[in-house]
């Protein structure tokens, strides 16, 4: 087998971790949530945009949609293809799909829009992309309002602060209603959900949020580290806890293209 590139490697970590996040409880559910919104069925065609290893593209061609994933990252895009090797992968960005106009009757973004710098050209390309009456289902994490159980709650605070402040739209996700209307969607509704984390196989998220308050200088290295410390002692006896709140805004474009 040939050595995988630095990134690609990476990218393996990635699709292991969200392969376990997919799984905890709740997850199932709430992408199961996305697709009665996006109404997914035999005739429908789906945009997956920000599609990952590809679960949503097969659960959706499961219930007779014809999905497209669509990813940034080449190497994510590959294992997609490993992962799924029947069904269809292209690699793009959510400002500039991979798709024609006017040619898909969903579009759904699962946790993407608050890694994008500019979400209204994103929007714009969504409307693009998507038939008239087309609906859109958005899934996003505020990064500024996550929930860690810790003994330096002021400390956790800051280490979350700076995480946000590292991420280009980290408040996307309470601003979608706003977003979607502004860009000339209709029937536009927000539903608020919680997902929660006692499980130590979510660590890695917090090692990422201490390693970015770290290097921005937002806290000192050895701070980092106790919380960190805290946060392993807590995570091996079973008191880890981290509450994730997730909103998923579902809407559906004008009878006519554009207004």
């Given amino acids: 087998m040939a050595l995988m590139s630095t990134n690609a490697l990476e990218t393996e970590t990635l699709v292991a971790l969200l392969e376990k996040a997919d ?15 996006l109404d997914v069925q035999p005739g429908s065609t ?6 990952g290893g590809g679960r949503a593209v097969a659960e959706m061609t499961a219930r007779g949609g014809a999905a497209i994933g669509v990813d940034v990252n080449e190497h994510m895009i590959t294992a997609a293809r490993r992962n799924h090797p029947k069904l269809e992968f292209r690699q793009g960005t959510a400002c500039h799909l991979p798709i024609s106009d006017a040619s898909v009757h969903g579009y759904r973004a699962d ?24 609906r859109i289902v958005l899934i996003g994490q505020d990064w500024d309002a996550v929930v860690i159980d810790s003994d330096d709650p002021v400390l956790t605070r800051t280490l979350v602060q700076a995480r946000a ?40 998220m917090l090692t990422g949020i201490a390693h970015a308050a770290r290097t921005t200088g937002a806290v000192a290295e ?11 002692q807590r995570a091996t006896t079973g008191r880890l806890f981290i509450a994730l709140p997730l909103f998923v805004a579902a809407a559906r ?5 554009y207004p």
């Fill in 222 to 232: 050895h701070a980092a580290e106790d919380w960190l410390s805290e946060q392993e």
């Fill in 165 to 204: 402040d590292t991420v280009p739209s980290p408040r996307a996700a309470r601003a979608y209603r706003s977003l979607l209307l502004d860009a000339g969607f209709l029937d536009v509704a927000v539903e608020a959900h919680t997902a929660v984390f006692t499980d130590a196989a979510m660590f890695p």
């Fill in 111 to 134: 946790k993407v829009f608050h890694e994008i710098a500019d979400p209204v050209q994103a929007l714009g390309d969504a409307r693009r992309v998507l038939i008239p009456r087309g």
């Fill in 253 to 257: 474009t004008p009878l006519a293209r």
């Fill in 46 to 51: 789906v945009a997956d945009v920000g599609c």
């Fill in 23 to 37: 799984s905890l409880p709740g997850a199932p559910e709430l992408r199961a949530r996305s697709y009665d919104l």
